[in-house]
């Protein structure tokens, strides 16, 4: 039995001398170290026999264990430093590589357009007001005098909310934002209707038109809306407010021209021109040769609208106007289509 502990502790330590990762060595231990390995039968054969033998053998069978233990020990250790020498190597970091830059974000050409006019309102003294995207047919059409079979009504033209069929006043998304104009005409006026407060204020936020698409037209857009009321504004305002609008936003020659033009809920109306600023009035592509470029309508509040907002229109007069950002983004930078505002086209948003 000595000779088989002699035997057991020779193969084991020659095996162990072939192990070279952790899998084999935990196999090792099992084989030699573990329930059923040799050595263990052998701490179970002590009980049989012979007393005289039983000291000799079990101080010897706790030598081999000893030393199997100890020299498992030390490979672990050497495989532990081993496995940390390739970590090093392979994670090895060159501390002397140049960093890599931060990509920032940017803003939305949209919504830089949109802030700058924020900018150039504000010092007109103009307030920010926000209104519904979701409307009622009342508030969209109804109270802005639109007639009961005006074209924009039709199904055609407008994303109606379905299920919220109200025979006479159905849901639909807003198609401008001049619902807004009675949204607000009725909360100034509610805070004090015998003696209404004047109001100077832009609506901005996303429409919505049932629309074919195409490079000029999209389903969704923004519009800026401005309204003024008060007791003594003119037409006269109105150009002096849009001219300097656009000079601040197109540049300080450029020059604006009143279109008459018609708005159920303005009367007069026109729609504004501003000289072509790619050729000077000359006439070129952009401006399809005419000299003059189309951005925005407007005109002096309807009375029935004042009205139906709460100012008496025998005492109030005020003006709106309706702007349209994705145009006017379009025309500064010389954008072809507008369907590009919607693409999320890293080429094209990159660029501003
Ligand atoms: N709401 C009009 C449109 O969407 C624009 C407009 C606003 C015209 C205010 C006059 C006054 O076309």
Known sequence: MLENLDKIQAVALADLETIDDQGALESWRVANLGRSSPLMSIFDQLGGLPKEERPIIGRRANQVKGTLENKLEEKTEQLNAIQLQRTLETERLDVTLPGRK?????????????????????????????????ETDEYNFQLLNFPPHHPAREMQDSFYIEGEYEQDNPLLLRTHTSPG???????????????PPPIRIILPGMCYRYEQISARYESQFTQVEGLAVGKNITFSDLKGTLSDFNKRIF???????????????????????????????????????????????????????????GYDPGIYTGFAFGIGP??????????EDIRYFWANDFRFLDQF
Request: hydrophobic share 35%; net charge positive.
């Open 102 to 134: 931060v990509v920032y974000g940017r803003l939305h050409p949209v919504t830089q357009t949109l802030r700058q006019m924020y900018q150039i309102f504000a010092e007109m003294g103009f307030q920010v007001y926000l209104s519904r995207d979701v």
């Open 181 to 195: 104009q009675i949204h607000a005409m009725r909360e100034y006026s509610s805070s004090n209707p015998q003696d």
């Open 251 to 309: 540049g300080k020659n450029v020059r604006s021209r009143f279109r008459a033009s018609h708005f159920p809920f303005t009367e007069p109306s026109a729609e504004v021109d501003i000289e072509c600023f790619v050729c000077g009035g000359l006439g070129c592509p952009v401006c399809k040769r005419t000299g003059w470029l189309e951005i925005l309508g407007c005109g002096m509040v309807h009375p029935t609208v004042l009205e139906n907002g």
């Open 326 to 335: 994705e145009r006017i983004t379009m025309l500064r930078h010389r954008i």
